[in-house]
């Protein structure tokens, strides 16, 4: 896959996150994906995403800064949500706060197979201080 | 500069950082650098990696995955290491822990001028809870 084909598909499975298009997400999502060192498979991957929009009901995925380099991607993703109760075990109830993830991903015939995210908690810890 | 060269760059800043050569930053780092938003220029980025050393004695950076695209790196750092005192806030106190740092670079003339990085404070707190 071109870099410019990886990007695009990249592109399209973020639109489906925002769309919570969860049947088309096995489009972008290999079978036997694994998230962070856990292997999860594509109906874990969608538990995931279904349970981050039960706590985070306004989640919308922004792109802010999109690397690739195939089957490699890079992706720094901002967040500006309101989740209802506790997030990452921090008690943000309902505030709206800000946020980036940044991201990589390993593409294995043309979906997605592994994942190593960073969420910047840290962001979170000082509005919730301020 | 081609993707090959911009890789050799990097390792090259990288390797710079494992031997603390303060004074060869200035080949890799841009005077008008920022680091997560904030312009600290090259002499507050030797100041930040100065401090993480007084910190940190035994401080590593291992690249584990390196995703570049001209003119833009993203790199997945790991790093198993002792912080004597605070680290993030978090009492680790000479405990050995391990922790992965996703970060993109963006560069300009060839030298590091942004930097957006997030660090795995997460995977820490679950270690210091183990």
Not at 2 to 25: F, G, M
Not at 75 to 88: G, K
Request: overall charge negative.
């Amino acid at each position: 896959m071109t870099k410019s084909e990886l990007d695009a598909v990249y592109r399209d499975y973020i639109d489906a996150l925002n769309h919570q298009a969860w049947h088309e997400l096995g489009r972008f999502v290999h079978e036997d994906v694994r998230h962070n060192g856990r292997h999860i498979g594509l109906s874990g991957y969608r538990e995931m995403l279904e349970a981050d929009y039960r706590t985070i009901p306004d989640l919308q995925f922004h792109i802010d800064l999109l690397v690739s380099d195939p089957p490699y991607i890079a992706s720094r993703l901002n967040f500006e949500c309101s989740p209802t109760a506790e997030f990452l075990g921090l008690p943000v109830n309902g505030r709206k706060i800000s946020f980036s993830e940044n991201v990589f991903y390993e593409f294995q015939a043309g979906k997605i197979w592994d994942v190593r995210s960073v969420i910047d908690k840290a962001a979170i810890e000082a509005q919730l201080r301020s």
